[in-house]
Nanobody, 126 residues
Framework: QLQLVESGGGLVQPGGSLRLSCAAS????????IGWFRQAPGKEREGVSC????????DYEESVKGRFTVSRDNAKNTVYLQMNSLKPEDTAVYYC???????????????????WGQGTQVTVSS
């Protein structure tokens, strides 16, 4: 069984930064990609970014390109999401999830992700 735990959320002013972490434990050999998703109140959960474990290939949702950076430390089984220039519309619960999708490119399609963390709240407000 694979467990994922997010951390690093909090309250930040517009223009500020946060770094989220996603620590994997348990059956860590059984995933190929980690994705970051977010869900704001009244909205559907959307893909934000993803990274492949083996090749480090990444993908980003259009609204976060140039502001968010995803990275991995395979030795620690941890994936990070560095979020800069945060905006109020980035406010949401952020989740990380694991996918076994067998290809080098990761996906932002949440239907490919079977294991999810509990989420961490990010609030961007002055």
């Amino acid at each position: 069984q694979l467990q994922l735990v997010e951390s690093g959320g909090g309250l930040v002013q517009p223009g500020g930064s946060l770094r989220l972490s996603c620590a994997a434990s348990g059956s860590t050999v059984y995933y190929n990609h980690i994705g970051w998703f977010r869900q704001a109140p009244g909205k559907e959960r959307e893909g934000v970014s993803c990274i492949s474990k083996r090749d480090g290939n990444t993908d980003y949702e259009e609204s976060v390109k140039g502001r968010f950076t995803v990275s991995r430390d395979n030795a620690k089984n941890t994936v990070y999401l560095q979020m800069n220039s945060l905006k109020p519309e980035d406010t949401a619960v952020y989740y990380c999830a694991a996918s076994r999708l067998l290809r080098s490119e990761c996906t932002l399609d949440r239907s490919w992700y079977a294991n999810w963390g509990q989420g961490t709240q990010v609030t961007v407000s002055s």
